[in-house]
């Protein structure tokens, strides 16, 4: 056993931990650390501000050819007849695949495929393709879906399905019936789609029966494992490249149908082939956030004790399910229940999305503790002190509240003029999600180069710089004397980079892997110099310990072959270190300004205060934290997937309508990693990309309320629903 400093300056707990084998002493609040924790330029930073970053989008070959799905143009249909000759004789149609008989169940599902030697010229043979349906009754929202007598979407059962069982529902009613207020409200949430800039879809290229895959993706194991499934070949034949990708959020793990097209493409026609989809397709075919209806009935007492909490909600996954929320939750209720249905609609099938249920379920949890919070007249942020037993949380809302000027709040409604300002503010929680099963390869050349190598993927949260520093760090060198290669599934396993993993699960295994070749570096030392090679380490550049100065690059002259290799492996016992506190946590505040005249939300200032164990690089860890604010901010404003009723088509399928936060939308945004010292792995490293994105929502709909005086329970907080919650517009 050895001792750990877990937590933060402030609060500090000592624990007991097992020493793990063949490992190095876990970093700690007592662990100086020269290059961790300090500001580094991302490492692929000017390869991306220049262009040169090479993403799928950008993979071109000579005698490329180009590939396309035709999508139906209604909600609810048969193909009864299909027919592509006319396509096929077009000169430049090369491929085409589609029979009739496939049974719609949302717009923009694919009838057909074809491949082409352009882009115009698919065009063009997409037009030609015949098809003719017989269009059935559809429901293409929650409300039509959940109506009397709606169309159903599967055969085999109705549209509202699951409701998991309600549970505990006496002891809410007990809690219910000993507090002092009770709110009873309806929250509303909108669907949003990824709207990742580069789309989803692949180049495929075969030589000699193997096949390579240059995919836009955030699982590139994933892509080798589902693809070899699709084909039926073996995964040993696929090489997955995925340099850089642009977002995927949730929504690019493994194959879709598409991919599998285009690669089925490039094996018959023996040439290079590119399906990357259009904006519209990503719209409608790539994943969404469900939406939600979530009836809410939340009590307190005077003194400002939380009692209980019964949520019924729903939601669409579109022909899907999944569309939980995370409500009720965070706080200490004595009693808490929830119900959740799916309920299955004409439309693009959900798929998971940054913090999976949380951002739809915050929102609602968050508004009703200011509803609460109000019918008491409690301070909101003396009342979630009061209910929140998280000792992060609770220190993050003091530095939270001080950043953000919490005792400027006045008493919501009472600011003067037709544009009034509102603070609010939210909470978030997270697992620390690390996983065992990654491997990462250590490179020493006796020319003094470091490599470090893993098959997965940048999601695009910094991956290759995260590597290099806690690399850099364990070989006590400058980062910028160590390279990364990701995204070749020729190197070491690596997992999808969802559920916040890729951090904390790789994070010790590169540490692992350094201190491995390390060791070996300085045995070869001791053999070539003499000296305890046990006594040496590797710190500022140079060899300390041995028996005279020695640089790293004079260390590694010493070696009896060209490069030294180590594999670390992220084996269980490197995630069973005692932790500081179950979850990972954050606060936000917010400012806005509410033009009561016209409606319009602007959002001036978001505070964020984020937990993610070890903070590896604060420049990185405050980009995912500002990133997390602006989808949320983006989420709480403007972006809506509107369907038409009548059609079930989306009706803004494109940047321009669906309207996604720009430049000109940003508010000021204070981004604070705060360090906590949480145990977990050796390193401590634990999730940020999911968690700074759930509380935005709930922040600005509170401060919105505060701001006006009344609550817009519905996203995105759009001017007429501001107008309609003033009583100007009904
Ligand atoms: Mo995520 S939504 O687990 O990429």
Same mark, same amino acid.
């Given at each position: 056993?050895?001792?750990?400093?877990?937590?933060?300056?402030?609060?500090?707990?000592?624990?007991?931990?097992?020493?793990?084998?063949?490992?190095?002493?876990?970093?700690?609040?007592?662990? +100086?650390?020269?290059?961790?924790?300090?500001?580094?330029?991302?490492?692929?930073?000017?390869?991306?501000?220049?262009?040169?970053?090479?993403?799928?989008?950008?993979?071109?070959?000579?005698?490329?050819?180009?590939?396309?799905?035709?999508?139906?143009?209604?909600?609810?249909?048969?193909?009864?007849?299909?027919?592509?000759?006319? !396509?096929?004789?077009?000169?430049?149609?090369?491929?085409?695949?589609?029979?009739?008989?496939?049974?719609?169940?949302?717009?923009?599902?694919?009838?057909?495929?074809? !491949?082409? %030697?352009?882009?115009?010229?698919?065009? +063009?043979?997409? !037009?030609?393709? %015949?098809?003719?349906?017989?269009?059935?009754?559809?429901?293409?929202?929650?409300?039509?879906?959940?109506?009397?007598?709606?169309?159903?979407?599967?055969?085999?059962?109705?549209?509202?399905?699951?409701?998991?069982?309600?549970?505990?529902? /006496?002891?809410?009613?007990?809690?219910?019936?000993?507090?002092?207020?009770?709110?009873?409200?309806?929250? $509303?949430?909108?669907?949003?789609?990824?709207?990742?800039?580069?789309?989803?879809?692949? =180049?495929?290229?075969?030589?000699?029966?193997?096949?390579?895959?240059?995919?836009?993706?955030?699982?590139?194991?994933?892509?080798?494992?589902?693809?070899?499934?699709?084909?039926?070949?073996? #995964?040993?034949?696929?090489?997955?490249?995925?340099?850089?990708?642009?977002?995927?959020?949730?929504?690019?793990?493994?194959?879709?149908?598409?991919?599998?097209?285009?690669?089925?493409?490039?094996?018959?026609?023996?040439?290079?082939?590119?399906?990357?989809?259009?904006?519209?397709?990503?719209?409608?075919?790539?994943?969404?956030?469900?939406?939600?209806?979530?009836?809410?009935?939340?009590?307190?007492?005077? +003194?400002?004790?939380?009692?209980?909490?019964?949520?019924?909600?729903?939601?669409?996954?579109?022909?899907?399910?999944?569309?939980? @929320?995370?409500?009720?939750?965070?706080?200490?209720?004595?009693?808490?229940?929830?119900?959740?249905?799916?309920?299955?609609?004409?439309?693009?099938?959900?798929?998971?999305?940054?913090?999976?249920?949380?951002?739809?379920?915050?929102?609602?949890? /968050?508004?009703?503790?200011?509803? *609460?919070?109000? #019918?008491?007249?409690?301070?909101?942020?003396?009342?979630?002190?009061?209910?929140?037993?998280?000792?992060?949380?609770?220190?993050?809302?003091? =530095?939270?509240?001080?950043?953000?000027?919490?005792? $400027?709040?006045?008493?919501?409604?009472?600011?003067?003029?037709?544009?009034?300002?509102?603070?609010?503010?939210?909470?978030?929680?997270?697992?620390?999600?690390?996983?065992?099963?990654?491997?990462?390869?250590?490179?020493?050349?006796?020319?003094?180069? @470091?490599?470090?190598?893993?098959?997965?993927?940048?999601?695009?949260?910094?991956?290759?710089?995260?590597?290099?520093?806690?690399?850099?760090?364990?070989?006590?060198?400058? @980062?910028?004397?160590?390279?990364?290669?990701?995204?070749?599934?020729?190197?070491?396993?690596?997992?999808?980079?969802?559920?916040?993993?890729?951090?904390?699960?790789?994070?010790?295994?590169?540490?692992?892997?350094?201190?491995?070749?390390?060791?070996?570096?300085?045995?070869?030392?001791?053999?070539?110099?003499?000296?305890?090679?046990?006594?040496?380490?590797?710190?500022?550049?140079?060899?300390?310990?041995?028996?005279?100065? *020695?640089?790293?690059?004079?260390?590694?002259?010493?070696?009896?072959?060209?490069?030294?290799?180590?594999?670390?492996?992220?084996?269980?016992?490197?995630?069973?270190?005692?932790?500081?506190?179950?979850?990972?946590?954050?606060?936000?505040?917010?400012?806005?300004?509410?033009?009561?005249?016209?409606?319009? @939300?602007?959002?001036?200032?978001?505070?964020?205060?984020?937990?993610?164990?070890? =903070?590896?690089?604060?420049?990185?860890?405050?980009?995912?934290?500002?990133?997390?604010?602006?989808?949320?901010?983006?989420?709480?404003?403007? /972006?809506?997937?509107?369907?038409?009723?009548?059609?079930?088509?989306?009706?803004?399928?494109? *940047?321009?309508?669906?309207?996604?936060?720009?430049?000109?939308?940003?508010? %000021?945004? =204070?981004?604070?990693?705060?360090?906590?010292?949480?145990?977990?792995?050796?390193?401590?490293?634990?999730?940020?990309?999911?968690?700074?994105?759930?509380?935005?929502?709930?922040?600005?709909?509170? !401060?919105?309320?505060?701001?006006?005086?009344?609550?817009?329970?519905?996203?995105?907080?759009?001017?007429?629903?501001?107008?309609?919650?003033?009583?100007?517009?009904?």
């Amino acid at each position: 056993m050895s001792e750990l400093r877990l937590g933060f300056p402030g609060n500090e707990k000592r624990v007991d931990a097992p020493d793990v084998k063949d490992s190095p002493a876990p970093w700690d609040l007592a662990t +100086d650390l020269a290059v961790v924790g300090k500001a580094h330029p991302r490492l692929d930073g000017a390869l991306k501000v220049t262009g040169r970053a090479k993403y799928s989008y950008d993979i071109r070959f000579p005698g490329m050819i180009y590939a396309k799905m035709l999508r139906s143009p209604h909600a609810s249909a048969i193909v009864r007849k299909l027919d592509i000759s006319k !396509a096929k004789a077009l000169p430049g149609v090369v491929y085409s695949e589609g029979a009739a008989g496939a049974r719609i169940r949302h717009a923009g599902q694919e009838v057909c495929g074809l !491949a082409a %030697e352009s882009e115009e010229i698919l065009d +063009d043979a997409l !037009a030609l393709v %015949e098809v003719e349906y017989e269009v059935l009754d559809h429901a293409a929202t929650l409300d039509m879906a959940m109506a009397e007598g709606a169309a159903k979407v599967l055969d085999d059962g109705p549209n509202v399905r699951g409701g998991r069982a309600p549970g505990n529902l /006496e002891a809410v009613a007990k809690a219910h019936a000993e507090a002092d207020v009770v709110v009873a409200q309806e929250y $509303r949430t909108q669907v949003q789609t990824h709207s990742c800039l580069e789309t989803h879809g692949c =180049v495929c290229k075969w030589e000699g029966g193997k096949l390579t895959v240059w995919a836009s993706t955030q699982a590139t194991f994933a892509i080798q494992s589902s693809m070899a499934q699709a084909l039926r070949i073996p #995964a040993a034949d696929i090489l997955v490249i995925t340099e850089h990708m642009g977002g995927g959020f949730g929504s690019k793990f493994g194959i879709s149908s598409w991919d599998a097209f285009c690669a089925r493409a490039a094996r018959e026609t023996k040439r290079p082939c590119r399906l990357m989809l259009d904006r519209r397709e990503e719209h409608l075919v790539a994943g969404n956030r469900p939406d939600s209806i979530q009836r809410c009935k939340f009590s307190a007492k005077r +003194d400002g004790t939380l009692c209980g909490a019964a949520v019924e909600a729903f939601g669409t996954a579109g022909n899907g399910g999944g569309a939980g @929320v995370f409500n009720p939750g965070i706080y200490a209720f004595k009693a808490a229940s929830q119900s959740a249905s799916d309920v299955l609609t004409h439309a693009g099938g959900a798929r998971a999305f940054r913090a999976p249920s949380h951002p739809q379920g915050v929102f609602a949890l /968050e508004g009703m503790m200011d509803e *609460l919070a109000d #019918a008491i007249g409690m301070d909101p942020l003396a009342f979630r002190k009061r209910n929140d037993r998280h000792p992060v949380r609770l220190a993050q809302y003091d =530095v939270g509240a001080k950043e953000i000027g919490w005792e $400027r709040r006045v008493k919501s409604g009472s600011a003067k003029g037709p544009v009034k300002r509102g603070l609010g503010m939210a909470s978030t929680r997270w697992g620390h999600n690390a996983r065992p099963g990654d491997a990462v390869n250590c490179r020493i050349g006796r020319d003094g180069s @470091v490599l470090f190598s893993n098959g997965s993927q940048d999601i695009g949260t910094g991956t290759r710089t995260v590597i290099a520093v806690i690399g850099a760090e364990e070989l006590g060198l400058p @980062v910028a004397r160590v390279s990364v290669r990701l995204g070749h599934t020729s190197d070491p396993y690596g997992h999808g980079s969802g559920g916040s993993v890729t951090a904390p699960s790789i994070a010790p295994v590169v540490r692992h892997a350094a201190w491995l070749a390390k060791r070996e570096l300085l045995a070869n030392v001791a053999a070539a110099d003499g000296g305890d090679a046990g006594k040496m380490d590797l710190r500022g550049g140079k060899v300390t310990g041995a028996s005279r100065d *020695l640089t790293f690059e004079q260390a590694c002259a010493m070696m009896t072959k060209d490069a030294i290799e180590a594999q670390g492996q992220g084996r269980a016992e490197f995630f069973g270190l005692p932790r500081f506190s179950g979850e990972v946590a954050g606060v936000q505040f917010a400012e806005v300004e509410v033009d009561t005249e016209m409606g319009a @939300v602007r959002v001036v200032k978001v505070v964020a205060v984020q937990d993610c164990g070890l =903070v590896v690089d604060p420049l990185l860890a405050r980009s995912q934290i500002s990133g997390g604010v602006i989808q949320g901010i983006s989420y709480a404003l403007f /972006e809506d997937r509107i369907l038409d009723r009548a059609t079930g088509n989306m009706v803004n399928p494109n *940047l321009l309508d669906y309207k996604v936060l720009g430049a000109a939308d940003m508010p %000021e945004i =204070v981004s604070i990693a705060f360090s906590v010292a949480n145990g977990i792995s050796p390193t401590g490293v634990s999730s940020l990309g999911e968690p700074p994105t759930v509380p935005t929502a709930g922040a600005i709909g509170n !401060a919105v309320a505060n701001a006006i005086g009344a609550r817009v329970r519905s996203l995105p907080i759009t001017p007429d629903k501001v107008l309609a919650a003033l009583g100007v517009l009904s």
